[in-house]
């Protein structure tokens, strides 16, 4: 067997770092998990930055090698740690599927997310907030129109588990939780719940839950944080 890595995470509750932490309970290997307070700038440290330039969460770190990007990430853990059966087993076109599916997931419907709940974050101008928000939303309900076809008769997306089902989750989990209509797409809705009932999922579930209480006691959570930032997807409408 081979060596394990040396295996770190740097992960903060409520973001897409959610995707490679289940990824690696789900692997079943040891890792050091360093919990980011977005917050209070933990990502902003000069210490951080020499770690990832580029100042995000999640940051994977395999003994002396950085990996960033989720769909890198969980190649990668895949790749390492095949035990874990993270991404599906196939021949060129069905991996090709499945990377491209990876792809639109993190540059296709998260930036929709991002602009849905934090319009104010791109733009300077009170005036435009609504409009990047409907626009972000009718984003967001195209691609889950997709997806709602794309589950049809199956009940994960490339017909058993994997940890893109993880992905399509914490999106799902977001676009509900700011204002999306849910109960337009009953089968990414059903899809949800599977996934949250997985040991895996609901260990990183709660744990995302108890950090963010600690960051809520310690008074760091600014009061203007939309609803719905941890946990479990909100109950349909």
Not at 140 to 161: A, H, N, Q
Request: some cysteine; glycine content about 6%.
């Amino acid at each position: 067997m081979p060596d394990i890595p040396e295996t770190h995470l740097y992960w903060s509750p409520g973001t897409c770092a959610r995707v490679p932490f289940v990824a690696l309970e789900e692997a079943g290997v040891p890792f050091e998990l360093h919990v980011i307070n977005r917050y209070i700038g933990d990502h902003q440290t000069e210490e951080y930055k020499r770690l990832n330039p580029k100042q995000r969460v999640p940051t994977l770190v395999l003994d002396d090698w950085v990996v960033t990007e989720i769909p890198v990430m969980t190649t990668v853990l895949d790749q390492t740690f095949p035990e874990g059966k993270l991404l599906p087993e196939g021949d060129r076109r069905s991996t090709a599927y499945v990377l491209s599916t990876m792809a639109w997931f993190a540059s296709g419907i998260q930036p929709a997310v991002g602009r849905q709940r934090f319009p104010k974050a791109f733009t300077d101008s009170e005036d435009c907030t609504d409009s990047i928000r409907v626009a972000a939303r009718r984003q967001l309900e195209g691609s889950f129109s997709i997806l709602e076809d794309r589950l049809g008769g199956r009940d994960w997306l490339f017909g058993d588990w994997s940890i893109v089902d993880v992905h399509l989750l914490w999106l799902w989990f977001r676009a509900v939780g700011s204002g999306m209509e849910a109960s337009r797409f009953p089968r990414c809705a059903a899809h949800a719940e599977r996934t949250e009932a997985r040991p895996s999922v609901a260990r990183v579930l709660d744990r995302e839950e108890e950090e963010f209480a600690r960051f809520e006691a310690a008074g760091t959570v600014p009061d203007d944080i939309p609803p719905f930032q941890v946990g479990r997807t909100p109950p349909s409408a």
